[in-house]
């Protein structure tokens, strides 16, 4: 085996036929600009490779089960390890994975509880336990040594006569029975013996309780177990105690049976574990007052009761008036303002009126009919389930506890919670040995979480909700907890939505990831990372196709490289700028009070108008929560919909439209682009349409279109090429065989511009299709704003499909710079500096900046020092993620917030501006 992996001729994408060696056994960061081909070499070329070989050696009935992965466009590749891609895509979609369900952790703790958990009578509140015949007389010699006893088996005769049950024991060679506290022989027969009841006591032994006695009472205590479906008891011939055991779950005070824990008990995926009411989702679809009263500042006669206000649903409306006249209901005053109980006798109903949400359970019982699914949707929230109060198990699962604590209440716990609970769990010896494989795997899986700075989310978050940073790093901690060696770990940028706090920790993880025999390759533009690398690849100069080079490959020490502008910052630091004072034509702001969405700790936050904001403060301690969910909804769904997560908001009129620029696709399909999405490719088809053959043969604008019948190549519709499936091998790709990949039919490729086909347009480059199109000036300017968000290496009839998270961001602000003119407009983005370089992140200020000169606001959350640095105005929170953070740490300027004592922000940026002093002096 080669001690590197060796790369020769990579052709694929924008890869211009490079070679390279990559060390095994070390941590390898890929860097260069946006676009450069970093990706496609990491993930496209080195994972792919790794994963092909590795399918292509499993035999042919396993390989239908896996992905299909086509060989890269390189002449070789050796020494490569079987490989696994770690991305920033969250995957996840079902509602039943939890963080704690994909990292295996909750897998354990079923176990855990199902091994060494105790059942808990609910109505006693004291343990149930199971005697085995040992303990059983361990507690009697304890108690009782020295007195005398009956042991007993209560035997039922319900399926039986007494008589023949009798004479059968006869047979076995039982000779007594306890019949009213008197001993009785059964042979012969006693006569006339009327039991009470549906038993009889078998008396299996009479003696006094001694240590030296053991096995005659252990086989006593067998046999009743045997005999009467594992209870005992010892009645004593001299008092009336009497005293039952069994090695059943049952509680000795109210005799309530309890079910064995099992782990199947503590899964919410399964029907036997899973709550009923909820089927194990944690909350139901449920009527929501907010929704059927939308406006309660309104009447009943004033139509507050929006299901019923429309005139398909006047007849109802008129009977609610009657029985509110019935009832003495003010029609007259706002529903906020009723009596409790006349609210509910509208909504609930009474004897006297059968009431809305009764109304709506009955309209959608009928789903079956379209309107009503339609209709009571848009009524119906979802709810914590009342049954299992949102831990999705069902009832009896809660019976087990383990230091006071249920599942649930453990399953609610971020990693540190949980893994402070598993250190300090106190077990008898027998339970260790039980447990000391789950504990030892619990404590490791818990650790991996830390280490990745996930600290703050809790196991039973679900995994859907993740950003893809986060699922990223729940893939990486999965990856050690398998404690897999001599594989090619692939990495695309894992420092995403960490604050620079935690940045150390996670270099930790990938340096254990390597130290323990693997090869890490990361795509990364993170400084503090890439000065931890063992080895550095750097690509570029530019992005597209002016990219695909390597500019240096080699030990980080000895980097150098004049064309490298990576290796340059690495050598000179950031590129920082001084703070600037808040602008003079700030006017207004929006002011959001109370709010208390998840870990908000019922906060006021005031965001200034016609600014650049930053809202800043470590991972977890509520950003998104703040500006993604409650900002953003506040300004878009309306109070009336939204003020459970907020009690007031001021300001909301002075912003004519909000738009949260997140990083999903700009389309779903392959014939989305970036032309089509900035509505540049209209101006194309005209201009097409205006050339001298095709005004000649009279092809109008649609004519050039390939999402419509017409022009388009009729065999592949307008896509450029064919799939041909190949079962057991990865399917095929090929150029269509009439158009040979250029979408277009041959009659509509006759119309030229300057000597190029529509085809030939759609292959250029943003910046060579600027030049191209230079004289029509609404056309350029499109394209002008594509290049300025630093997108220039774009082809124009590039798939979306095949856009990354931050350049499909990227494309939807150039929309914006070139449809929104006259400002007034609140744009909220989330990391927008998401897969950007260090050289990129400063063209994405200045278009952000260029947005805020319209007029515009822009909010951003960041943790990117280039970006906090230029803003405006920050808010910060913390101080600490999950349960320890959602307070404002501190507000203003960067200045201003280096100086705060309680931010972490702050202190990160006073170091950074005193770097900057030292520089500039």
Known sequence: MLDRIVVRGARQHNLKNIDLDIPHGQ?????????????????????????????????????????????????????????????????????????????????????????????????????????SADEVIDHMVDAHEGERFYIVATISTEDRKPSELLAELQKEGYSRILHNGDVMRIDPPPRGLRLKGRSLNLVLDRLTIENSRRARLLEAIESAYNLADGFVRFASPDSNITLDFTH?????????????????????????????????????????????????????????????ASEKFEYYYNRLIRFCRQSRIPLDKPFRALDPKHKAAILEGNDAFFGVIPFLEELREKSYKKYARFYTRRYLTFRECRQCKGGRLRQEAYYVRLSGQSIREVARMTPGEALAFVESLELAPREEEIAEDIVLELRSRLKFLLDVGLYYVTLDRLTRTLSGGEAQRINLANSLGANLLGVLYVLDEPSIGLHPRDTENLVKVLSELRNRGNTVVVVEHDLDIIQKADYLVDLGPGAGENGGEVLYQGALEEASSPRSKTIKYLR????????????SRCEGEIRLSGITEHNLKNIDVSFPLGVFSAVTGVSGSGKSTLVSDVLYNALTVGEANY??????????DKVKKTMLVDQSPIGKTPRSNPITY???????????????LAVKRGYA??????????????????????????????????????????????????????????????????????????????????????????????????????????????????RELAENIEGGCFYILDEPTTGLHVDDVATLLRVLRELVDRGNTVVVVEHNPQVIRQADHIIDLGPGGGDDGGWVTAEGTPAEIARSPRSHTGAFLKKLMRKSAKGAA
């Open 27 to 131: 941590l390898t960061v890929i860097t260069g600009v946006s676009g450069s081909g970093k990706s496609t070499l990491a993930f496209d070329t080195l994972y792919a490779e790794g994963q092909r070989r590795y399918i292509e050696s499993l035999s042919t009935y396993t390989k239908q089960f896996l992905e299909r992965i086509a060989r890269p466009d390189v002449d070789e590749v050796s020494g490569i390890n079987p490989s696994i891609a770690i991305q920033q895509k969250n995957t996840a979609r079902s509602a039943r994975s939890t963080v704690g369900t994909t990292t295996e952790i909750y897998d354990y703790l079923r176990l855990l509880f199902a091994r060494v958990g105790r059942t808990y009578c609910p109505n006693c509140g004291i343990p149930v336990v199971k005697q």
């Open 248 to 308: 059943h779950l049952v509680c000795t005070s109210c005799k309530k049976s309890f079910e064995e824990p099992r782990p199947l008990l503590f899964s919410f995926n399964t029907p036997y574990g899973a709550c009923s009411h909820c089927r194990g989702f944690g909350n139901r679809m449920e009527f929501d007052e907010r929704l059927i009263v939308p406006d309660p500042s309104r009447s009943i006669r004033g139509q507050a009761v929006e299901p019923w």
């Open 572 to 583: 000179e630091g950031l590129p920082l700028e001084d703070s600037k004072p808040m602008p």
């Open 643 to 652: 003020t459970h997560a907020y009690k007031g908001i001021k300001g909301r």
């Open 678 to 692: 900035i509505k540049a490719f209209s101006f194309i088809r005209d201009i097409f349409a205006s050339q001298r």
């Open 701 to 814: 604008s649609g004519r050039f279109s390939f999402n419509v019948p017409g022009g388009r190549c009729n065999r592949c519709q307008g896509m450029g090429y064919e799939r041909v499936e190949m079962h057991f091998m990865a399917d095929m790709f090929i150029p269509c065989s009439e158009c040979e990949g250029k979408r277009y039919g041959k009659e509509t490729l006759e119309v030229t511009f300057r000597g190029k086909n529509l085809a030939d347009v759609l292959e250029l480059s943003v910046n060579e299709a600027i030049e191209l199109f230079a004289d029509h000036r609404a056309l350029a300017q499109r394209l002008t704003t594509l290049k300025k968000v630093g997108l220039g290496y774009l082809r124009l009839g590039q798939p979306s499909t095949t856009l990354s998270g931050g350049e499909s961001q990227r494309i939807k602000i150039a």
